[in-house]
């Protein structure tokens, strides 16, 4: 299991597949959940903009992404 750090919450699906390298483009993560390929937290998600937050579980093929904040970052 591979941890993502967000530095804000929550993150659009589709988002977390492209920045972590999982697919190609923004077209493909959303195809990818589009098509049911995608779990989060154990359910197969459909919706490319499903909100994720710190804690959930993503799983992508062989891969399984853990979701954490890191809330050291001060936002002024």
Request: no cysteine; proline share 3%.
């Amino acid at each position: 299991m591979r941890l993502v750090t967000v530095h804000v919450e929550p993150v659009e699906l589709y988002k977390i597949l492209k920045f972590e390298g999982l697919v190609s483009s923004g077209a493909d993560a959303k195809a990818a959940v589009a098509e049911g390929l995608v779990k989060v937290n154990g359910e197969i998600e459909t919706r490319k903009r499903k909100q994720i937050s710190a804690g959930d579980i993503i799983e992508f093929g062989p891969e399984t992404l853990r979701i954490v904040l890191d809330d050291t970052r001060q936002v002024d």
